[in-house]
């Protein structure tokens, strides 16, 4: 299906809008007579990809930034109403949000982020606004994840968790990696969404074993 000729104006807003505000005013004009430096060009706002809602009706893309308190890239989730051309910032947490995704019906939209314990959950929000809702509370952090095409269940995968000998490891000789011995494998968990918008749901885990991973 082609997109149609308001959707298209409304991504091509979205690009126009974040590269001229991205660029410093001294920059914009030649009169400025200034030629930009290293944190000027740091400092410019990227674009960080868009996602077209099922319906057709939104338009979501990342906007990051420097964040030079956290020395760190940061990006934030926006959205654009087709049809208005209204775009609204959806996250404002300053760990940022990455790998936004709609459900099926275009009543969410979800995105990881590592906000809470410094581990990558699962979040969702809606998209004319309102606050961010945590859905997973899995024991290490999630790593890629999807949405069942009924919208009813949530796919992801996450690393194992450390053992109980490498946590007495930790604690008794510090942080340290043996190689092979100790790698971690990621395995794959289904997660029931009606129960995760009560409250953040670990998953049931799907595979697992030493053999392989799941990504």
């Not at 893309?61 to 956290?70: F, I, L, S």
């Not at 959950?121 to 949405?147: F, H, L």
């Amino acid at each position: 299906m082609r997109p149609s000729a308001a959707l298209c104006r409304v991504v091509l807003a979205v690009f126009a809008f974040v590269t001229l505000a991205s660029v410093p005013a001294a920059a914009q004009s030649p009169a400025g007579g200034r030629v930009p430096t290293i944190d000027d060009l740091l400092d410019l706002r990227t674009l960080a990809g868009s996602r077209i809602s099922p319906d057709g009706r939104w338009v979501a893309y990342g906007a990051g930034e420097t964040d030079w308190t956290q020395d760190a890239f940061i990006t934030q989730l926006w959205v654009a109403n087709v049809s208005s051309g209204e775009r609204r910032q959806l996250t404002t947490h300053p760990k940022g949000a990455g790998n936004p995704q709609w459900s099926p019906d275009s009543k969410w939209m979800s995105f990881t982020s590592t906000r809470e314990e410094n581990r990558s959950q699962i979040y969702v929000i809606r998209p004319d606004g309102g606050e961010a809702q945590r859905v997973t509370k899995a024991e290490s952090s999630v790593g890629g994840y999807a949405w069942s095409r009924d919208g009813r269940m949530i796919v992801f995968s996450a690393s194992d968790p450390d053992s109980k000998e490498q946590k007495a490891r930790v604690e008794k000789y510090g942080a340290f990696e043996q190689v092979r011995r100790d790698y971690v494998h990621s395995h794959l968990y289904t997660m029931d969404m009606a129960a995760a918008l009560t409250a953040p749901q670990a998953g049931r885990k799907r595979t697992a074993g030493r053999d392989f991973s799941v990504f």
